[in-house]
T-cell receptor, first 116, second 111 residues
Framework: DTGVSQDPRHKITKRGQNVTFRCDPISEHNRLYWYRQTLGQGPEFLTY????????KSRLLSDRFSAERPKGSFSTLEIQRTEQGDSAMYLCASSLFRGLANYGYTFGSGTRLTVV | SQQGEEDPQALSIQEGENATMNCSYKTSINNLQWYRQNSGRGLVHLILIRSNEREKHSGRLRVTLDTSKKSSSLLITASRAADTASYFC???????????FGKGTTLSVSS
């Protein structure tokens, strides 16, 4: 395993278009997380999966955002009808979760989205 | 989920000096984790300290945890220019929900 992979690294899209990002976690990790980060801020939690089940979604997250993790492997994050406010770095992380304990997260390099 | 609050927000030091940043949190934890983020990159896990530990070392990093004060500190000794980054603490609660990150401490190390 070479770590968490995210694709694409950069995405420029026009306002109103749909975009989809992919994340490939470390294969032994059972949890996968999505975060969004804007300049000068810390990563903002969006959602996470344990295996294929989506366990939590941020209440601040618009209905335009949806995430899937079919078969508990890779995950996709889709943003529909993008807005300029969606411009951010989208970070994916994976971790091993055992016995109510969070172990260290491994983050990908992120997908930078620019909505023009 | 709970968020840690890092202090100071920004720290500027010279190479060779030590850097100390602090983290406070509100409720009981299972463990507390520190991460580093270089500009434009993802976060890198530095160290995890469990609630029953008081101090942990990793290379030039020293983390302390005081559960009675609900606080932690990260000490980087003999700083290098390559330590320039943002540092985040993330308390992990008893229920194991997702980590929530604050704004972090931005460390600048000049040569």
């Amino acid at each position: 395993d070479t770590g968490v992979s995210q694709d694409p690294r950069h995405k420029i899209t026009k306002r109103g278009q749909n975009v989809t990002f992919r994340c490939d976690p470390i294969s032994e990790h059972n949890r996968l997380y999505w975060y969004r980060q804007t300049l000068g801020q810390g990563p903002e939690f969006l959602t996470y999966f344990q295996n294929e089940a989506q366990l939590e979604k941020s209440r601040l997250l618009s209905d335009r955002f949806s995430a899937e993790r079919p078969k508990g492997s890779f995950s996709t994050l889709e943003i529909q009808r993008t807005e300029q406010g969606d411009s951010a770095m989208y970070l994916c992380a994976s971790s091993l979760f055992r016995g109510l304990a969070n172990y260290g997260y491994t983050f990908g390099s992120g997908t930078r989205l620019t909505v023009v | 989920s709970q968020q840690g609050e890092e202090d100071p927000q920004a720290l500027s030091i010279q190479e060779g000096e030590n850097a100390t940043m602090n983290c406070s949190y509100k409720t009981s934890i299972n463990n507390l984790q520190w991460y580093r983020q270089n500009s434009g990159r993802g976060l890198v896990h530095l160290i995890l300290i469990r609630s029953n530990e008081r101090e942990k070392h990793s290379g030039r990093l020293r983390v302390t945890l005081d559960t009675s004060k609900k606080s932690s500190s990260l000490l980087i000794t003999a700083s290098r220019a390559a330590d320039t980054a943002s540092y985040f603490c993330a308390p992990s609660g008893q229920a194991g929900t997702a980590l929530i990150f604050g704004k972090g401490t931005t460390l600048s190390v000049s040569s």
